[in-house]
Structure formats: structure tokens, C-alpha cells
């Protein structure tokens, strides 16, 4: 099974900061990555699929990059509904595996 | 507007069965794949089941694989997951998710909670 590394686990962080979530799998997932957010009633949407396509309606201030084993999450400038948990997913082969998550906490 | 509604939630002695449903609407059901995923108190999301569109090929996770069976009834645009032989560890939110024409799980539901103890 492929193995997904996620970083940090927590990430305090302020309005209008810029973060940035890490992602690495245990072999290459050629780009085969989603980002979800999760918010505290339970909530899961898909922020960005295949890497770095935007999924329609999330703010341009999300965006994501990578390629190979490495990939990351960027928030530009945080808003007040950005703290959230987050985690990648890769579907390159089965199993589907998730991160094991970042909580983004107000600081 | 896609829509993915899970049933079935409730508490379940260990060793027991339970049979969860999704209801689909807002897309041609009979055209995607769909997943069960799911997340234990206080844990990271785990995924467990996907189901071809078509119900030819289905994938499970390590943990559930021979104790749960992913199907789907087509006609009736819904998902199920039937579990068996029940732990204290299958205690979780389940959610249904719907694969993309493009990639894996863009659309989920809100999730039903299932609580396996004596």
C-alpha cells in the first residue's frame, strides 16, 4: 500500500498568513492527488484534484502543486473559514490512502 | 445539485451486522463509481470500499476485506455497505463518497455514525 506522509499535523497560523501543507507518498503517485478540507460539523470537500486543478467554486487563493512523491497545499492569505483540518489522498492504486491530517488553527 | 444521503446509523453489539444505504440524486448514478470512507472518533479519514459503476470490479480495505461487501442497486440509485462480524474498531462516521469523471471522491455525504459496543 502506498503510504501518504502529511505535515505538520498542526499548523498555527493567523489571518492573512500564507501556508503551506506538505504531502509525501512512499513512491511515486504521478500526480494521482486530491486535497480535502474538513470542517468541525463533519463536512468533506475536495479543494484541488490531480494535483493542482481548483475544484469549481474554491477561492483562488487555494492552490496546489507537485509531482513524483512530493506535494503540497498553499493557502495564500488566510480567511477566518480556512481553519480547518485538511488531507491529501492519493489514487494512483488501491487502496485509496489519506494523509493523516493537518489541523489549521488560529494562532 | 449532487446529492448523497447515508442510513442505517445506530448501535451494534461486537459480532453483529448492519447494512448502510446511500441515496444518490443530482447525477447519473448508473455512470459513476462510489466509495465508503470512513473516520473513528477523533481520527483521520480511512478509505474502505469502491464499486464500479457497473459493480464489475470492487476494491476493499485490509481492515474490512471478508467482513464488509460493498454493493449497489442501480435502479434504485443507491449505495450500500453491508457489515459483519463487528468490532469496538469499526466504531466511525461512514461516509459515501462518488468518484469524478476526472478523479476520486469529489462529492461526499454528511456521514452516518456507527457505534459497535456491548
Known amino acids: 500500500d502506498i503510504q501518504l506522509t502529511q505535515s505538520p499535523s498542526t499548523l498555527p497560523a493567523s489571518l492573512g498568513e500564507r501556508v503551506t501543507i506538505s504531502c509525501r507518498a512512499s513512491q511515486s503517485i504521478s500526480n494521482s492527488l486530491n486535497w480535502y478540507q474538513q470542517k468541525p460539523d463533519g463536512t468533506v470537500k475536495r479543494l484541488i484534484y490531480s494535483t493542482s486543478t481548483l475544484e469549481s467554486g474554491v477561492p483562488s487563493r487555494f492552490s496546489g502543486s507537485g509531482s513524483g512523491t512530493d506535494y503540497s497545499l498553499s493557502i495564500s492569505s488566510l480567511e477566518s473559514e480556512d481553519f480547518a483540518m485538511y488531507y491529501c489522498l492519493q489514487y494512483a492504486t488501491y487502496p485509496y490512502t489519506f494523509g493523516a491530517g493537518t489541523k489549521l488553527e488560529l494562532k | 445539485e449532487v446529492q448523497l444521503v447515508e442510513s442505517g446509523e445506530g448501535l451494534v453489539q461486537p459480532g453483529s451486522s448492519m447494512k448502510l444505504s446511500c441515496v444518490a440524486s443530482g447525477f447519473t448514478f448508473s455512470n459513476y463509481g462510489m466509495n465508503w470512507i470512513r473516520q473513528a472518533p477523533k481520527k483521520g479519514l480511512e478509505w474502505i470500499a469502491l464499486i464500479y459503476y457497473d459493480s464489475s470490479s470492487k476494491y476493499y480495505a485490509d481492515s474490512v476485506k471478508g467482513r464488509f461487501t460493498i454493493s449497489r442497486d442501480n435502479s434504485k440509485n443507491t449505495l450500500y455497505l453491508e457489515m459483519n462480524s463487528l468490532r469496538s474498531e469499526d466504531t466511525a462516521m461512514y461516509y459515501c463518497?462518488?468518484?469524478?469523471?476526472?478523479?476520486?471522491?469529489?462529492?461526499w455525504g454528511q456521514g452516518v455514525m456507527v457505534t459497535v459496543s456491548s
Open positions: 463518497a462518488k468518484e469524478g469523471y476526472y478523479s476520486a471522491l469529489d462529492y
